[in-house]
Nanobody, 123 residues
Framework: EVQVVESGGGLVQPGESLRLSCAAS????????IGWFRQAPGKEREGVSC????????YYADSVKGRFTISSDNAKKTVYLQMNSLKPEDTAVYYC????????????????WGQGTQVTVSS
C-alpha cells in the first residue's frame, strides 16, 4: 500500500524560510514522482514543484522558481521542499502527492495524496 505523509508546515514571517518533508512508501520500484501542490483559501489547488525518483528530474511553477528547491533522499524515500524568501501569497495548505511514472505537475495525474500541512506567511 502506497502512503504519503507530509510534515514541516508552520507560521513564518515574510522573507523567512521553511522546509517541508514528504515521506513516501509502498512503491515497488523507483519509477515514481513526487509532487508538491498548494491550495490557498478560496483558490484552486495549484502545482508547485515535482521530482522524479528515477532520474532526479525536477520542475517548478513560475511563481516559485528561484525561491523554492525540491530535492530527494532516495535511501529515506523522502522528498524535501526548501522554501526561501517566503511571501504572504505563499500561504496555503501544502500537499504532497505521488504517482508512478513520468514527471508531471498536474494534480489529475497523481493517485496518492497526503493529508496536507499548513504554511502561513504573515508579519
Amino acid at each position: 500500500e502506497v502512503q504519503v505523509v507530509e510534515s514541516g508546515g508552520g507560521l513564518v514571517q515574510p522573507g523567512e524560510s521553511l522546509r517541508l518533508s514528504c515521506a513516501a512508501s509502498g512503491f515497488p520500484s523507483d519509477d515514481y514522482a513526487i509532487g508538491w501542490f498548494r491550495q490557498a483559501p478560496g483558490k484552486e489547488r495549484e502545482g508547485v514543484s515535482c521530482i522524479s525518483f528515477s532520474d532526479g528530474g525536477t520542475y517548478y511553477a513560475d511563481s516559485v522558481k528561484g525561491r523554492f528547491t525540491i530535492s530527494s533522499d532516495n535511501a529515506k524515500k523522502t522528498v524535501y521542499l526548501q522554501m526561501n524568501s517566503l511571501k504572504p501569497e505563499d500561504t496555503a495548505v501544502y500537499y504532497c502527492a505521488a504517482r508512478e511514472g513520468d514527471l508531471v505537475l498536474s494534480e489529475y495525474w497523481y493517485d496518492y495524496w497526503g493529508q496536507g500541512t499548513q504554511v502561513t506567511v504573515s508579519s
